[in-house]
């Protein structure tokens, strides 16, 4: 079974803090890795996306680190902000035209 | 439109009723995607559509639960015969074509109680 495995389910950081979210696979058919970032009463909204040929994936103050040995990939958010408490959730896409499969996602709070 | 569009936003039924759930894509978006949202469970693949066709109803968790999709835009999740574990949001996303080169865009949601 495909699976893509989250951790943690929660955290908790101060402003300015650097959250890290984990992710893990076993599939090695994935070839895209998503993260989507979801706040309360709204659908997830994608946030950064990478492919295994890169190591690392910079947008603003978000970055995706991919390590394709491991089968493991992590968000990190820099300089985080009270804005940005949301739950995130990574994905991964099986190649051909099937759906992502999601992770648990985690619920994300930054205190001022 | 601006986005995905879902209908109702939230929805209580009794258990044993049918439920009928709406979602508007994208327009141009030939992919939709339904998948369930339940507290601590992630996001749960139902069904998805490539056009009027369905390649994968996989996730479909019952006979009870059925989708469709009309004119390569509208579809309908239908729940027949409720039961309170299928209390959950319920999420449609479309993309332009299904693929790794198209991001799914989600509506908002439909919440259903059953209670």
């Known amino acids: 079974q495909q699976q893509v495995k989250q951790s943690p389910q929660s955290l908790i950081v101060q402003k300015g803090g650097i959250p890290i979210i984990n992710c893990a696979y076993e599939n090695t058919a994935f070839d895209y890795f998503p993260w989507y970032q979801q706040f309360p009463g709204k659908g997830p909204a994608l946030l950064i996306a990478i492919r295994p040929d890169v190591s690392e994936k910079k947008e603003g103050r978000f970055t995706i680190s991919f390590n394709k040995s491991a089968k493991q990939f992590s968000l990190h958010i820099m300089d985080s902000q009270p804005g940005d408490s949301a739950t995130y959730f990574c994905?991964?896409?099986?190649?051909?035209?099937?759906?992502?499969?999601f992770g648990k996602g985690t619920r994300l709070s930054v205190i001022a | 439109g601006a986005g995905v569009s879902q209908s109702p936003s939230n929805k209580v039924t009794e258990k044993g009723k049918d439920v009928e759930l709406r979602c508007d894509p994208i327009s141009g978006h030939t992919a939709l995607y339904w998948y369930r949202q339940s507290l601590g469970q992630g996001l749960e693949f139902l069904i998805y559509f490539q056009g009027n066709s369905a390649p994968d109803k996989s996730g479909l968790p019952s006979d009870r639960f059925s989708a469709e999709r009309t004119g390569g835009s509208v579809s309908t999740l239908t729940i027949q015969r409720t039961q309170q574990e299928d209390s959950a949001v319920y999420l449609c996303?479309?993309?332009?074509?299904?693929?790794?080169?198209?991001?799914?865009?989600f509506g908002n949601g439909t919440r259903l109680t059953v209670t």
């Open positions: 994905a991964a896409l099986p190649s051909g035209n099937t759906p992502l499969v």
């Open positions: 996303a479309s993309s332009k074509r299904s693929g790794n080169n198209s991001p799914l865009h």
